[in-house]
């Protein structure tokens, strides 16, 4: 524990702090014990002007001073002081940023951390990397002096330790470096760099995480470099024991690929026309999606939305979930290079037909099943009808589809042609398994009707067979109206 004075401290080196040392931090604090004097100089330090104070005392080298002592004898309380207070002294101060790099702050701190007696304390190690991560802020000079410290093997060393507690200033550390240098993001994915990203990965995998700046890190590796396949098959075995043959399991999938699904989904869904999605990437997800779609054959009726718990079933979501806005972000940007773009690149590779196909042998909507009378089946729906795997796997096929074919004629003609139309007319409904179905029923109607008039004429004539022939239509309570000067139609409700 903290000693009482500069004597008492005295047990717990085998090379005492200097006097020179003890006497600034005693003066400065107007104590005369350690433990106090750090404390004392842990809260002067949380207020800006405080910091500056200190700065100007030059106070940081003496606490490098006491890490550069024989820390396997010193006190972990003193230690995690120490850490908090250089943290603290760190935080958007310059000149303490500076003098860290100065009086060769990233050796001391790097050299304790990874000591073995004090990498078992996850706590320290979690303090020593924020100071690491306020001094990386500082610029690319610090950035180069903690990267060249650390990579790869101190990051992967660290990354091992399998927490959150750790693995979130890791993250830190390394997005900072890697951002104001953005070569290294290439040296991160590369052979050596590659071994931390998927321990970080397998770690928020299992333990979570607190700080978004992993989906900043995988966001830049996996989207913006277009890593995505690199890092996916890295982690495809990740969690089967080395005694297992990985042949018999080449369509499975593991929980880390589940989670890097997730994180990307969600990543793709919040920054909806800020990432530019690479074709490479597309494909690769749709690759991942058609590989995925053969859990289909033994599904069962989902209880949840994603996650499902059912690792095939969430590869499968969240797949489609990053087709629809990988399509959505191709969109919004418009009709730029319209011939090469990630959408029409999908498309050549039957995306819409594959879609269709998938959405019809899906069991009708619950409210459709019940207007369909069929002798042979009392609740509507085909023997081998599949029912979704997932609450909410109807609505992101259909919204997959209306993004794809918002202005795009040649999908609107590909939907009339595979008779498309009536099939997407039956998904305007409310659906308790499908949240928001009849709102991207809606769209995607809305999108193959618009400026179509073949289009329009197919939904007209059904309109016209009768609800007898056609329930779907009367039992939505919608009809379409074409506007007589633009020609264009509209879904509306009946009054």
């Given at each position: 524990m903290g000693g009482s004075g500069s004597d008492d401290n005295a047990p717990f080196l085998k090379k005492p702090i200097s006097e020179e040392t003890l006497k600034l931090l005693f003066d400065v604090s107007n104590s005369n014990n350690l433990e106090n004097s750090l404390e004392i100089l842990i809260q002067t330090s949380k207020s800006s002007s405080g910091r500056s104070n200190l700065a100007s005392k030059t106070i940081l080298p003496s606490i490098l001073n006491i890490l550069q002592s024989q820390t396997s004898l010193l006190d972990h309380h003193?230690?995690?002081?120490?850490?908090?207070?250089?943290?603290?002294?760190?935080?958007?101060?310059?000149?303490?940023?500076?003098?860290?790099?100065?009086?060769?702050?990233?050796?001391?701190?790097?050299?304790?951390?990874?000591?073995?007696?004090?990498?078992?304390?996850?706590?320290?190690?979690?303090?020593?990397?924020?100071?690491?991560?306020?001094?990386?802020?500082?610029?690319?000079?610090?950035?180069?002096?903690?990267?060249?410290?650390?990579?790869?093997?101190?990051?992967?060393?660290?990354?091992?330790?399998g927490t959150k507690e750790v693995s979130d200033p890791l993250c830190i550390v390394i997005y900072v470096c890697c951002d104001g240098n953005p070569q290294w993001f290439r040296e991160l994915y590369s052979h050596n760099g590659l071994p931390v990203v998927v321990e970080i990965v397998t770690t928020a995998s299992s333990a979570s995480f607190g700080e978004d700046w992993i989906k900043l890190l995988l966001s830049r590796i996996c989207l913006e470099e277009s890593q995505l396949p690199v890092l996916f098959s890295k982690l495809q075995f990740k969690d089967i024991l080395d005694c297992e043959d990985t042949k018999s399991r080449d369509d499975q999938f593991s929980s880390e690929q589940v989670f890097l699904l997730q994180i990307l989904s969600e990543i793709l869904n919040q920054r909806i026309g800020d990432v530019t999605i690479s074709k490479d990437v597309a494909l690769?997800?749709?690759?991942?999606?058609?590989?995925?779609?053969?859990?289909?054959?033994?599904?069962?009726?989902?209880?949840?939305?994603?996650?499902?718990?059912?690792?095939?079933?969430?590869?499968?979501?969240?797949?489609?979930?990053?087709?629809?806005?990988?399509?959505?972000?191709?969109?919004?940007?418009?009709?730029?290079e319209d011939a090469n773009n990630v959408v029409d690149v999908l498309l050549s590779y039957s995306l819409v037909e594959l879609l269709l196909i998938l959405l019809g042998d899906l069991e009708p909507p619950a409210i459709i099943r019940k207007g369909i009378k069929q002798s042979d089946n009392q609740d509507g729906a085909n023997c081998s009808s599949k029912p979704c795997p997932y609450k909410g796997f109807r609505r992101d096929i259909v919204a997959l589809i209306g993004?794809?074919?918002?202005?795009?004629?040649?999908?609107?003609?590909?939907?009339?042609?595979?008779?498309?139309?009536?099939?997407?007319?039956?998904?305007?409904?409310?659906?308790?398994?499908?949240?928001?179905?009849?709102?991207?029923?809606?769209?995607?109607?809305?999108?193959?009707?618009?400026?179509?008039?073949?289009?329009?004429?197919?939904?007209?004539?059904?309109?016209?067979?009768?609800?007898?022939?056609?329930?779907?239509?009367?039992?939505?309570?919608?009809?379409?109206?074409?506007?007589?000067?633009?020609?264009?139609?509209?879904?509306?409700?009946?009054?």
């Open positions: 003193i230690l995690s002081l120490c850490f908090k207070l250089l943290r603290n002294l760190c935080a958007g101060e310059i000149l303490n940023q500076n003098l860290f790099l100065q009086f060769h702050g990233v050796v001391t701190v790097v050299s304790t951390i990874l000591r073995s007696e004090v990498v078992s304390d996850l706590m320290l190690v979690r303090w020593g990397l924020q100071v690491l991560a306020n001094v990386s802020l500082a610029g690319k000079q610090h950035q180069k002096a903690i990267w060249e410290e650390l990579f790869p093997l101190g990051f992967l060393s660290l990354a091992r330790l690769f997800v749709y690759g991942i999606f058609k590989k995925s779609i053969g859990v289909l054959e033994q599904a069962v009726r989902g209880k949840s939305g994603l996650p499902s718990g059912i690792t095939a079933v969430d590869v499968l979501g969240y797949s489609l979930t990053m087709l629809r806005d990988i399509c959505a972000h191709d969109s919004i940007r418009g009709d730029e993004n794809c074919v918002h202005r795009r004629k040649h999908v609107q003609d590909e939907i009339r042609s595979r008779n498309g139309i009536l099939l997407l007319l039956q998904q305007c409904v409310t659906d308790e398994d499908n949240p928001y179905l009849r709102e991207w029923g809606l769209w995607c109607v809305r999108n193959i009707l618009e400026g179509n008039e073949e289009n329009q004429k197919v939904v007209s004539e059904l309109q016209l067979q009768g609800s007898a022939d056609v329930p779907e239509i009367s039992a939505l309570g919608l009809r379409v109206d074409i506007d007589p000067k633009t020609r264009r139609a509209k879904l509306v409700n009946v009054p």
